[in-house]
């Protein structure tokens, strides 16, 4: 299965457009933003657990990091309200589910191999100020990538031209970009080379932001 698969071109998807397809187990829905093989892939998803329903236990060959979007996910390491990033690593094992429901923002088969740094933060607990009306809280930093929350006051601007290319996931509030308009759930890829510059509308703009890892897309192991 290929989804949004050409790596070199710019993909907006408004997340809550796209329908919910269901997974191996029961109760658990996805919303595919990307994706490069089947059950085992390359894979950035939203997805969905009702209340009282998990995966079974599973360990995650290439990675995972997930964002909690909404209520309170739950594995053997702990609670994770909405707000949190988490990273598990290579060969990292757990049973993911949630007892009141929770909806995740997840990336699969992403890590360098040799990544072994199993956290989780609040995505808000360290935020300074970068800029005139831009707040900024480093989540992650490796030689392959940078991951941060931005937020940012009505009506500012900001621009970035990592190399490497990006992506961003708007948790809050609305962006411009590219004479696009952006929402909550909106999800954006520049390809490599190309800077980002964005405005937050007139209610401000929060949102997730990876850059740098698309020099190292590659469909996983099998």
Not at 72 to 80: A, H, L, N, P, R
Request: proline letters at 5%.
């Amino acid at each position: 299965m290929e989804i949004n698969a050409e790596f070199s071109e710019r993909v907006l998807v408004h997340s809550d457009t796209l329908d919910w397809h269901g997974s191996p187990s029961a109760g658990v829905e996805r919303r595919m933003l990307d994706r490069i093989g089947d059950e085992v892939a390359r894979a950035t998803s939203i997805v969905r657990f009702a209340p009282g329903h998990s995966f079974s236990a599973h360990t995650h060959g290439g990675g995972e990091e997930y964002l909690v979007l909404e209520g309170v996910f739950q594995d053997e390491s702990g609670d994770y309200p909405a707000g949190t990033y988490v990273r598990n690593p290579p060969q990292t094992r757990h049973r993911p589910g949630s007892e009141g429901g929770c909806t995740i923002f997840v990336k699969l088969w992403q890590f360098d191999p040799d990544d072994r740094n199993q956290f989780h933060k609040d995505i808000r607990a360290d935020l300074t100020q970068t800029g005139e009306g831009v707040e900024c809280a480093e989540l992650h930093r490796d030689a392959r990538e940078i991951v941060r929350y931005f937020r940012l006051a009505p009506n500012a601007s900001l621009s970035l031209d990592d190399p490497g290319g990006m992506e961003l996931l708007v948790l809050g509030g609305t962006l411009s970009e590219g004479g696009d308009d952006l929402r909550e759930g909106s999800w954006l890829r520049l390809p490599d080379g190309q800077p980002l510059q964005v405005q937050a509308g007139s209610g401000g703009a929060e949102f997730w932001i990876k850059t740098g890892h698309l020099r190292f897309v590659a469909a996983p192991d099998q």
